[in-house]
Nanobody, 126 residues
Framework: EVQLVESGGGLVQAGGSLRLSCAAS????????TGWFRQAPGKERDWVSC????????YYADSAKGRFTISSDNAKNTVYLQMNNLKPEDTAVYYC???????????????????WGQGTQVTVSS
């Protein structure tokens, strides 16, 4: 059974930083993508960033470019999202998701992520 467990959320002031972690277990394939998504109250879930295990290629939503960095530690089977210069509009529940590698752009567009974590709350105060 695939399990994804997010951690690292919390309350931070605007301009601060947080690093989210997504620890994965039970995923038996070597070729996959891991994405970070977020959902603010009353809004739809949006993708934030994505990374391919095949070659480490990364993708960012416009809202994350220049401020967020996705990375992976394959030995620990963990994907990170370093978030800097946080803004109040970054407040949301952040989820990680994983699926077989069909390319981040395709999987984001098609909603093709198979497994999801339970989410971690990020709150940015002004």
């Amino acid at each position: 059974e695939v399990q994804l467990v997010e951690s690292g959320g919390g309350l931070v002031q605007a301009g601060g930083s947080l690093r989210l972690s997504c620890a994965a277990s039970g995923f038996t394939f070597d070729d996959y993508v891991t994405g970070w998504f977020r959902q603010a109250p009353g809004k739809e879930r949006d993708w934030v960033s994505c990374i391919s295990s095949r070659d480490g290629t990364t993708y960012y939503a416009d809202s994350a470019k220049g401020r967020f960095t996705i990375s992976s530690d394959n030995a620990k089977n963990t994907v990170y999202l370093q978030m800097n210069n946080l803004k109040p509009e970054d407040t949301a529940v952040y989820y990680c998701a994983r699926g077989f590698n069909r390319g981040c752009p395709y999987m984001i567009a098609m909603g093709a992520f198979n497994s999801w974590g339970q989410g971690t709350q990020v709150t940015v105060s002004s």
